[in-house]
């Protein structure tokens, strides 16, 4: 039997009370979502090494029903395509924008960094794990959930290894696959 690693992001301190407000159905009506992860690692694909977790995480509590992807990519500093900005569209309305990248500067105190924004009709939600803090914007006012962050850059490595090797079942791999394609093609792809 082999041990098949987890997403480490649904398990994680900050991201995990955000997948609990989602189910309960605390945003209202889902408007937009931004999710980022960026790390100081200069070689590898962030598409896939940054990406499977994050977008794994995304449509595990957002859901999969996502219609269309478009993405394109840079090389800001390194010898092959390093930034990745996606745009994914969903059945019921709802626009995600994510963006990827492999660009920290040295100078940066995380070696990642990681930020989720949810947007609906009745709350805000924001993860920053550089921050300890999950915060939800209300009717109520601001709710905080402080969480310890780990690093989670090997385990985001392992997971992104798994999904790669096919590994690990992954509804991430059709965004990565359509991100490729729309960034080669500059056309937007439908799902």
């Known amino acids: 039997m082999t041990d098949r690693p987890s997403n480490p992001l649904l398990d994680h301190p900050v991201f995990r009370p955000i997948a609990a407000e989602l189910a309960r ?5 889902r408007l937009s979502a931004y999710a980022s992860a960026r790390s100081k690692r200069r070689d590898g694909d ?11 995480y995304l ?13 394109t990519n840079e090389r800001l ?20 924008t994510v963006d990827l990248g492999t660009f920290l500067p040295d100078s940066c105190p995380l070696d ?7 947007s609906g009709t009745d709350r805000v939600i924001v993860a920053g794990p550089a921050n300890i803090a999950v915060s939800v914007f209300g009717r109520d006012g601001l709710k905080l959930d402080d969480a310890y962050p780990e690093s989670y850059d090997e385990r985001l490595l392992r997971f992104a290894d798994a999904v790669r090797a096919g590994d690990v079942a992954n509804p991430a791999v059709a965004v990565i696959d359509a991100a490729r394609r729309s960034a080669a093609s500059g056309e937007v792809v439908i799902l």
Do not use: K
């Open 112 to 118: 990642l960094e990681l930020r989720l924004e949810t």
């Open 25 to 29: 159905g605390e945003l209202g009506q």
């Open 46 to 56: 962030p598409l896939l090494e940054l990406g499977a977790s994050l977008l794994d």
């Open 59 to 71: 449509l595990t509590v957002l859901g999969d029903d996502i219609e269309s992807v478009m993405a």
């Open 77 to 96: 500093t390194g010898q092959s395509a390093d930034a990745w900005f996606l745009t994914i569209s969903f059945a019921d309305g709802l626009v995600a």
